[in-house]
């Protein structure tokens, strides 16, 4: 079937769908439900009126034969006067209710006959988050309220995630952030290709989705069991904006932090920070455009933070001043190029966001919300070190710039219908950009002791680095509420049109052995890229694909107490373009090729959940459910097999020695090396299906003594759909590696790294397959208490055992480094099961907020807020430095992927003697084999496995802890009878630090693995060791052990 007709097929059936049906993909609003009955029984036809008294916003419905109600597509939030009444009956009215995110408030009432005297009952503030019909999975709903009070230092979603008692960093429930779902008001805002790190669109160029001043509430679910929750396995974050109300109000603000808010190094120098600076301001307002009718929202927030570089020129430690300096001169000299400068400067990072929305009451029966939010950020990326300088000219800024439009329609048709439509477009534009005149990038190495180097002109992976990425969603929600029963029938669409260029090289990249080779113009080494495609110098991959979701789930109030929800979710991936195919491959592996991709697989997920108040009152409710989840998957590795089919550019390369200098960046051809013959492929197996997992949950809530809220939950996950690759062009192995090196006792297989050793070694050099595996599974128990005390005090603490399992973390964008970045000691093909990059193991987590508010109309409060997070240390690997197996993988950022055969006696290892290194000194096999011993038998880990291989991910780094605090002072101001407020804070993250040096300690391994022993392939082959510095394998993180402060000021008016 052609694109064009296949996509107007989908079109109109998604049409169709929208108009007879609908679904919502992600909850934006709340909702109430109950039984008005009187003292005989259910009360037909009782009117129920709720009122959101902030916007007059209207919602009526009347109760059916079983005295039954429901009213969905409520606002979040309130405060709400509900009215209930009935010709005969004393009407009743309940103010003050607040409506949480996706949990619909309970109300059941007994109506009193030929009564006159209206019934008023006030009810608190709060609502009940953990006790309610419609919570079956582990989730977690943090306030506007936790989000104004808790400590937070970026302003990010992440610092109240952590909230969640199984969530670690980005991560939840031990599965890959990748797939991670964020919504905001419902529609998508997932980073969809999946480079960043954050989960969100801008990561890269360190900025936030959206300001925290515009979000009315965030809800995170774990155990998203209604179908209208797609395409995550991870964790779901769901996030509504403020709204504008009847009344004028807004705040503005600024939050601040420099050198003098920070601690001093941890490292024993007691060194201060350099000078920088973060600063955060903003405002937002709302206000009626037409009281009860039309309200506007808007918030405006800008965030710059300076950086300055460290190891400058001059710096102790740093590549000397003289070096430098003849470097910059040869290049100003001899090809009239500015490498600028080598002092410190500050890199910049910006961000601005812009958001904006619009609230129609059209009338009782529907309301419309229009929104746009607008980021434009920035981020400059240099780093140098002790052994690695960057001119100013190596530097490269990252530009993020998104547009991000919904439309929202909620409509009560009747009192047994109701309808949600949401439509969103997203525009996401990153680039990276140079600085100055483009130019090749070069690289002196040697330079100092022999272990430095030094780079500059244009950088190397920057000079064709564009992702381009529109989205449009369509999502429709339809409810139907019929006696005990709630169907819901809809559909969630996404539609992706993906443009990445990205050429390594492009504009060349040269290294010299030393400063000498460079000075005296001799031949480097030499790495270009070039197009393959006629009239096309930078060659771009370009496809677009849909994802679409059809479901069907049924809600039943079974019996009294017992809620059970029934659903069936199909999804289906679509890739409507398809790669240019490759001769070769084909020749080479008939059974691939790169012009095809997977493409229409139909994805069933049933789901079965329920809530059970096992007592009638809500003091002990039992929750759960089962059921498959599927994932989007970061389209970078679809995107793989279009870039990386052979077609669009080749490579030139050429060792030291062999290579010519060419400045010319228009010119970077072959006359700069050697044209390379061979290709990196990166292909997708045919029956590719996106990651899904069977997910159960099991809990109990119950209500002790005092009003303390207990939890005790269970969250199981297992595998049915993950991802792992596979080399096709590896030969088997026939052979184990040399048995000379460990005594026989090491008897991993052994590869060949040459052309011969491949399969077409002639055409290809790598030949990587994603595909899936069934593999892997994760489990979290969580306890947790929690209590809400009358004098303005909550606190709570959670603690969470977690393991987790995977064959491939998925932590890595390319396709090389997701089959090599698999730690083995066996066949790099068939890698075992083992403890994810993601394993949680142990973690605590604790809140404690404390507020009193006094003065005149109470307008003034002091708040203090407190946050811990103990958590055992992150899991690592102990590798080889070297490719022991052959098999030329190396580990994402690692020198190998081969994991340590752990020796019993010297005999289990051939040491070689160690040569001095800089001021390190010779050491003979005897002190190798000393110091080695030591450190086995001093490690928790390896002691209790010699004589056997080291397991991925076992080691673990020291445990963690962390406490937070806010301190925060409202000073009211009453003014004609409206209470505004000056609002002072001060956060301090790492609050231990600051009172003990030795209290608040991170730490942190390069890549989750280190390098442990040496192996040397020549003359045979043999191992060398030297202790690791410190006698840890694990670094003290430098900036996250200091304690960090950062003051606010911010001005409340309504």
Do not use: C
Not at 238 to 251: I, K, P
């Amino acid at each position: 079937m052609k694109k064009s007709l296949l996509l107007r097929l989908v079109l109109v059936i998604v049409a169709f769908v929208g108009i007879t049906f609908s679904a919502n993909a992600q909850v934006t609003s709340s909702s109430m439900t109950g039984t008005i009955k009187d003292a005989k029984g259910a009360l037909p036809g009782a009117s129920v009126k709720a009122t959101h008294t902030p916007t007059g916003t209207v919602y009526s419905v009347s109760t059916n034969n079983d005295g039954r109600f429901v009213i969905n597509n409520m606002r979040v939030g309130g405060p709400y006067i509900f009215e209930i009444s009935f010709v005969g009956y004393a009407p009743e009215k309940v103010t003050g209710a607040m409506l949480k995110l996706g949990e619909p408030y309970l109300l059941n009432l007994v109506l009193s006959e030929n009564g006159k005297q209206l019934q008023e009952v006030v009810v608190a503030g709060k609502r009940d988050a953990v006790f309610s019909s419609k919570k079956v999975g582990a989730s977690t709903n943090v306030s506007k309220d936790q989000i104004q009070n808790l400590p937070s230092l970026s302003r990010s979603l992440q610092d109240f995630t952590r909230l969640t008692p199984q969530a670690n960093g980005n991560s939840f429930g031990g599965i890959n952030n990748r797939f991670n779902g964020l919504t905001i008001d419902g529609a998508v805002n997932n980073d969809a290709f999946g480079l960043g790190s954050t989960g969100a669109p801008g990561g890269q160029a360190n900025t936030q989705p959206i300001s925290l001043d515009a979000i009315q509430e965030l809800q995170i679910v774990l155990a998203p069991f209604d179908v209208t929750n797609s395409n995550a396995i991870g964790g779901g974050v769901n996030a509504v904006t403020r709204s504008g109300s009847n009344t004028v109000e807004g705040s503005a603000y600024f939050f601040g932090r420099n050198q003098n808010t920070i601690g001093k190094s941890v490292d024993g120098t007691n060194t201060k920070a350099l000078p920088f600076h973060n600063y955060t301001y903003g405002a937002r307002i709302g206000a009626p455009i037409i009281k009860d009718k039309l309200f506007l929202f808007v918030s405006a927030e800008r965030q710059t933070i300076v950086q300055p570089t460290t190891f400058n020129s001059g710096d102790v430690g740093a590549v000397s001043t003289a070096e430098l300096l003849r470097i910059a001169k040869v290049a100003k000299d001899r090809y009239g190029y500015d490498a600028g400068g080598i002092d410190a400067f500050d890199a910049e990072t910006r961000s601005d966001k812009l958001f904006a929305r619009l609230d129609w009451n059209i009338n009782s029966k529907n309301q419309l919300t229009l929104r746009h939010n607008y980021i434009k950020a920035y981020d400059d990326n240099i780093s140098r070190s002790a052994t690695a300088f960057r001119f100013a000219s190596n530097l490269y800024r990252f530009n993020d710039q998104q547009n991000n439009s919904v439309l929202e329609l909620r409509s009560a048709i009747s009192s047994t219908l109701s309808n949600n439509l949401i439509i969103g477009y997203s525009r996401i534009r990153d680039t990276r950009a140079t600085v100055g005149d483009l130019f090749p990038q070069i690289r002196i190495n040697g330079l100092g002791t022999g272990s430095q180097a030094a780079t500059l002109g244009s950088e190397a992976s920057s000079t064709a680095n564009e992702l381009d990425q529109d989205i449009f969603e369509f999502t429709d929600n339809f409810k139907i509420f019929a006696n005990k029963h709630t169907f819901t029938i809809g559909t969630h669409n996404e539609f992706y049109k993906i443009r990445n260029l990205f050429v390594n090289n492009l504009t060349g990249s040269y290294a010299w052995n030393n400063l000498a080779d460079f000075e005296a113009n001799t031949k480097p080494s030499a790495a270009t890229s070039t197009s393959k495609v006629p009239g096309d110098p930078r060659p771009a991959a370009r496809f677009s694909a849909a994802q679409l979701g059809f479901y069907f789930q049924d809600e039943i109030d079974a019996f009294k107490g017992f809620k059970l929800i029934a659903g069936l979710r199909v999804d289906v991936p679509l890739i409507f373009d398809t790669p240019l195919a490759n001769p070769d491959v084909v020749a080479t592996f008939p059974n691939y090729r790169t012009d095809q991709v997977p493409s229409g697989q139909i994805l069933v997920s049933p789901r079965l959940s329920f809530n059970w108040d096992l007592t009638g009152d809500r003091s002990v409710q039992l929750r759960g459910g089962g059921g498959l989840l599927t994932s989007r998957a970061p389209f970078v590795w679809i995107s793989n097999q279009f870039s990386g089919n052979g077609m669009l550019t080749s490579a030139v390369s050429a060792p030291v020695g062999t290579g010519t200098f060419i400045p010319d960046v228009n010119n970077q051809s072959a006359a700069g090396g050697v044209a390379g013959t061979t290709s990196q492929i990166s292909l997708i197996d045919n029956n590719f299906k996106l990651p899904q997992v069977f997910r159960a949950n099991l809990a109990v809530d119950f209500k002790l003594p005092g009003g303390v809220q207990a939890t005790i939950e269970g969250l199981y996950s297992s595998t049915v759909n993950n991802i792992s690759y596979k080399n096709l062009n590896i030969k088997p192995s026939v052979a184990s590696i040399n048995p000379s090196l460990s005594g026989g006792a090491d008897t991993r297989p052994l590869f060949v790294n040459t052309t011969a050793g491949r399969v077409n070694g002639a055409k290809f050099t790598e030949v990587y397959l994603l595909q899936n595996t069934r593999s892997g599974s994760a489990y979290n128990v969580t306890a947790q208490l929690q209590k809400a005390f009358d004098m303005g005090l909550y606190a709570s603490i959670a603690y969470t055992y977690g393991k987790s399992e995977d064959i491939n973390s998925g932590f890595s964008s390319t396709a090389s480094s997701g089959f090599g970045g698999v730690l083995i000691s066996r066949d790099p093909q068939n890698p075992p099961l083992a403890y994810s990059n993601y394993d949680l193991r142990h973690r605590v987590v604790g809140a404690l907020n404390y507020s009193i508010k006094y003065g005149r109309n109470k307008a003034s409060a002091t708040t203090f807020s407190l946050f811990y997070v103990g958590k055992s240390g992150t899991p690592f690997s102990y590798i080889y430095n070297g490719d022991l197996n052959g098999d030329n993988s190396i580990s994402s950022g690692n020198p190998s992927n081969d994991l340590i055969f752990v020796p019993r006696t010297l005999n289990d290892i051939k040491l070689i003697p160690l040569a001095a290194s800089g001021s390190l000194p010779a050491q003979s096999v005897a002190e190798q084999w000393a110091a080695l011993d030591n450190y086995i038998s001093n490690d928790p880990y390896l002691s209790k496995i010699r004589g056997q291989y080291s397991e991925r991910n076992v080691a673990r780094m020291p445990w963690e802890h962390q406490f937070d605090v806010r301190i925060m002072q409202d000073l009211g101001i009453v003014f004609k009878g409206t209470k505004n407020s000056l609002q002072l804070s001060v956060d301090i993250i790492n609050v231990g630090n600051l009172i003990n040096k030795d209290w608040g300690k991170s730490y942190f391994i390069n890549n989750t693995a280190y390098s442990l022993i040496n192996y040397v392939a020549a003359n045979g082959g043999g191992f060398t060791f030297r202790a690791p510095t410190g006698g840890v394998p694990y670094a003290l993180s430098s900036f996250l052990s200091r304690w960090q402060g950062q003051v606010g000021v911010r001005y409340n008016f309504n």
